[in-house]
C-alpha cells in the first residue's frame, strides 16, 4: 500500500460509520533540532504573552465567522483539519440562514493553560487549553501554528478534552514543553505512520489501536451498516499527513506523546433499484452536489487526539482520547 502525504481520492472500499468528539495537542518536526529557513537555535515557539493574544485573536475572529455564517472572518485564523470542518460547517450555514445567526452564543475561554515547546526553526506551534462556556465541563484544546514570523498564529487542531484527560507533559526546568518527532523512534507508533495505521485499522482492523469508541466500536457499528434491506454502504478511509495536516506531539510525564493527526472518510450509500435516497438532513443538503437519485457520497475530515506509548510501556495499543468529525462534502448520483 502507498503511503499518501495530502488530499487525495478514494483507494479502496470497507464498512461502516460514525462521528465522535474530541482531545489534545503537540507537534512535530524531521527533527527537535532540525535546520530550517537556515535556523538552528532552539528556542520557544513563542512567549506566554504572544500566546494568549494568539487564543485572544482566534477567540474574536471564530465568534464573528459563526454569528455571521461568514468563513472568511476567521479563515486566516484556521489552517488544516479544523479549516476544513469549521469551513464546511460555514458554507451550508451561509446557505441554510445567509442573515446569519441570531441565536449564536460568543465562545468564552477562561483558565488558559500554554504548553510551549523548544524547537528550532519554522513551522512553530504551541498548545492551549482553556475552560468553555459550551459542551459541559470540558477543556477546549487548541494547536497554534505559523510558518514564519511575519506569518498570524492559526489553530490547525480544535477539540474537547474532561479535565482529567490533558495529560501531563514533560517539561524542562524553566517549563518549556518537548516536542516528539514525525519518526520517533522510541514510541509505540511512529507520529507520522498514525494516519496511515489508522486508514488501514477502519479498513482491516488489527493490534496497533486500543479498543473503544473509535476503534473496535466505530467499526463494529460500520459492519453492521453495510447492508440493510434495499442499502448498501461502502466506506473509504485516508491518510492526511503533509503540510497543514502533518501530526503534531509532545511528550508526556510518562515518556510517551499526546499527538494530533487526521484523516478523510468517505461514505458511499447505493440504493436497490426502486429504492429512493431521502436526504433529509439540511446541511448534507446545502453541501451536496448532483441529485441523488442512486446513490450519495459523504466526505468527512477528522483529526484525532491520542496517547502514543512509549515502546518500553507494558501495553501498546494507541489510546483515542477523543475524535472530531465534520462533515465537508456531498454528492448525489
Same mark, same amino acid.
Given at each position: ?187 509505540? %507508533? ?133 475524535? %472530531? ?9
Amino acid at each position: 500500500m502507498s503511503r499518501d502525504h495530502g488530499p487525495r481520492r478514494p483507494r479502496r472500499l470497507g464498512r461502516g460509520t460514525l462521528l465522535a468528539a474530541s482531545a489534545a495537542v503537540l507537534s512535530m518536526t524531521a527533527s527537535a533540532c532540525v535546520t530550517v529557513h537556515g535556523e538552528r537555535v532552539v528556542l520557544p515557539a513563542a512567549t506566554k504573552a504572544e500566546a494568549a493574544r494568539a487564543l485572544k485573536d482566534f477567540t474574536t475572529a471564530y465568534n464573528k465567522a459563526n454569528a455571521a455564517n461568514d468563513r472568511s472572518l476567521d479563515a486566516g485564523r484556521v489552517a488544516g483539519p479544523l479549516a476544513d470542518i469549521d469551513g464546511a460547517k460555514l458554507r451550508a450555514g451561509e446557505k441554510n440562514r445567509p442573515e446569519g445567526n441570531p441565536d449564536y452564543v460568543p465562545l468564552e475561554l477562561s483558565d488558559a493553560e500554554y504548553t510551549i515547546p523548544k524547537k528550532a526553526g519554522w513551522p512553530r506551534w504551541f498548545v492551549a487549553d482553556a475552560r468553555g462556556n459550551k459542551g459541559g465541563d470540558v477543556r477546549w484544546v487548541l494547536v497554534f501554528t505559523r510558518g514564519g514570523a511575519d506569518e498570524v498564529w492559526e489553530v490547525s487542531y480544535l477539540t474537547l478534552l474532561s479535565p482529567g484527560d490533558v495529560p501531563e507533559f514533560e517539561k524542562d526546568e524553566d517549563g518549556w514543553a518537548e516536542p516528539v518527532t514525525a519518526d520517533q523512534a522510541d514510541l509505540a %507508533v511512529a507520529p507520522r505512520d498514525l494516519s496511515e495505521e489508522y486508514a488501514d485499522y477502519l479498513q482491516d482492523g488489527g493490534d496497533a489501536f486500543a479498543d473503544g469508541t473509535h476503534t473496535s466500536q466505530w467499526r463494529a457499528t460500520r459492519q453492521k451498516n453495510a447492508k440493510r434491506p434495499g442499502l448498501v454502504r461502502q466506506y473509504v478511509d485516508e491518510p492526511l499527513t503533509s503540510g497543514e495536516y502533518a501530526p503534531l506531539g509532545l511528550r508526556t510525564a510518562d515518556g510517551g506523546a499526546l499527538v494530533f493527526f487526521a484523516t478523510r472518510h468517505f461514505e458511499k450509500q447505493t440504493a436497490a433499484k426502486g429504492v429512493s435516497l431521502t436526504v433529509s438532513d439540511a446541511n448534507v443538503k446545502a453541501l451536496m452536489t448532483g441529485e441523488p437519485k442512486q446513490s450519495l457520497t459523504l466526505q468527512w475530515v477528522s483529526n484525532q487526539a491520542v496517547l502514543d506509548p512509549a515502546k518500553s510501556a507494558g501495553e501498546q495499543g494507541v489510546e483515542f482520547l477523543s475524535r %472530531v468529525q465534520g462533515l465537508t462534502g456531498a454528492k448525489g448520483e
